[in-house]
């Protein structure tokens, strides 16, 4: 009795090396964050929205861009306008000291015509007192000097023809003053006319430069607006940049952690660990020193819960248990080309017999079912019922035995 338990021991322990082969050390599957599709969609979401925000804002400097050049339109204009005032007050300026240099002169004028005056009235006076003197013009010398009648009234007509001449010529040179003091005012009005014109031109001029102030002002506001809206879109042009790049990332990511098929149409059996832990072939099992042939390769770090897709399209040929594979799967992908999946925890099975399987479908969860020292995924690919090393397929496998 007691021996024969021994042997079953033996046979046990026989069985576990050509199957297993390898100790698995691996506790659970590492914690992998793993990047999913809606992750990035929401990623893309943003990164959307971020580029509304773009537009709007751009579309917002534009609209700013388009008022900065009204407002310098505005300004240019209101600058020609202001020279063509400034041109014009100029010129009424000189227009100005013309008439005051003419009043100037006018006035001259006037005082010599009055000077004049004076002087041929002055005249006048000592002529007549001259006359007086001589008996030639006085009334009563006129009278008593008078011969006879004829005589006096010619004496009359002397004394009168000499006081009309004079009287001419003041009243000539009354004339002249008069037309001087009617040019004057002439020039008096148009001077205070010009002066009228200059104080509305300045005033339209005092109009225009506050004008061109507020425009000045609108156009600088606009400018800070303008500023303002580009440091937004500067920060938004960012932030979308950063969410593009982790898009990229994270696209890359995936990617890289969704099962690629390799060279011979095969993708990796899990997504959650790389690491290989006992690798195809001859072996010489660490703990007992026996040689053993692997006919497959052990995939560790998967812990309980890793799914199990299949590695190829195809039909599912078992999915039962043995007391040395646990719960295991294996699939026909044609011409005598077989995969086996080993070890899965129990109650597990995602397939049947003779379902047809797509590639990366899960069929399954990783366990330690059958002779098996921790969590793995014994892995077997059979070309034309033999099996081949597994490793050829699994690109990027880490070395773990
Ligand atoms: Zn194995």
């Keep these: 009795m007691k021996k024969k338990l021994w042997k079953r021991g033996v046979l046990l322990l026989l069985a576990a090396l050509f199957v297993v082969g390898c100790v698995q050390t691996e506790g ?7 990047v999913t599709q809606s992750e990035i969609d929401n990623l893309k979401d943003n990164a959307s929205d971020l580029g509304d925000q773009k537009d709007a804002l751009q579309s917002q400097i534009d609209a700013l861009e388009s ?10 204009l209101l600058d020609k306008q202001n020279d063509v005032i400034r041109q014009e007050i100029s010129n009424t300026e000189s227009l100005i000291t013309n008439y005051e240099n003419l009043i100037t002169q006018t006035q001259a004028e006037l005082e010599d015509a009055e000077r004049q005056e004076a002087e041929q009235y002055d005249l006048f006076c ?3 007192r001259a006359m007086e003197e001589n008996g030639t013009v006085s009334y009563w010398s006129v009278l008593f000097n008078a011969t006879d009648f004829a005589d006096l009234l010619s004496r009359l007509d002397a004394a009168n023809e000499i006081m009309e001449a004079d009287q001419r010529v003041i009243d000539n040179l009354k004339a002249l003053q ?23 031109l300045e005033s339209k001029k005092a109009e225009l430069e506050s004008q061109i102030a507020k425009a000045q002002e609108l156009a600088a506001q606009i400018e800070d607006g303008i500023g303002e809206y580009e440091e937004a879109l500067e920060a938004v042009e960012a932030e979308e940049a950063r969410v593009q790049a982790e898009i990229k990332r994270k696209e890359q990511e995936l990617a890289a952690s969704l099962p690629q098929p390799t060279a011979g149409g095969y993708i990796w059996p899990v ?13 010489t099992h660490p703990i007992t020193g026996k040689y053993s042939n692997h006919t497959g390769v052990d995939i560790g770090g998967v812990g309980y819960t890793s799914n199990i897709l299949a590695t190829k399209d195809g039909i599912v040929l078992e999915a039962t248990y043995s007391s040395a594979y646990g719960y295991y799967i294996v699939i026909s992908h044609g011409s005598g080309n077989t995969t086996m999946y080993a070890h899965m925890s129990k109650g597990t099975f995602r397939v049947s017999v003779g379902d047809h399987v797509t590639q990366g479908q899960v069929i399954g969860t990783t366990g330690s079912t059958g002779y098996s020292t921790g969590p793995h995924l014994h892995y077997e690919i059979r070309e034309n019922g033999s099996p081949v090393d597994p490793l050829q397929y699994l690109p990027g496998y880490i070395q773990s035995w």
Excluded: N, Y
């Excluded at 008022?67 to 240019?76: F, N, R, T, V, W």
């Excluded at 008069?178 to 509305?200: D, G, N, P």
């Excluded at 997504?271 to 072996?283: D, E, L, M, Q």
């Design 28 to 34: 659970l599957a590492p914690a992998v964050e793993a």
């Design 126 to 128: 000592k002529r007549v």
């Design 67 to 76: 008022d900065k050049s009204k407002a310098l339109e505005q300004i240019e």
């Design 178 to 200: 008069a037309e001087i003091s009617e040019k004057k005012a002439t020039l008096e009005t148009s001077l205070s006319e010009s002066q009228a014109a200059k104080k509305e």
């Design 271 to 283: 997504t959650t660990s790389k690491k290989i832990t006992c690798k195809f072939g001859p072996r």
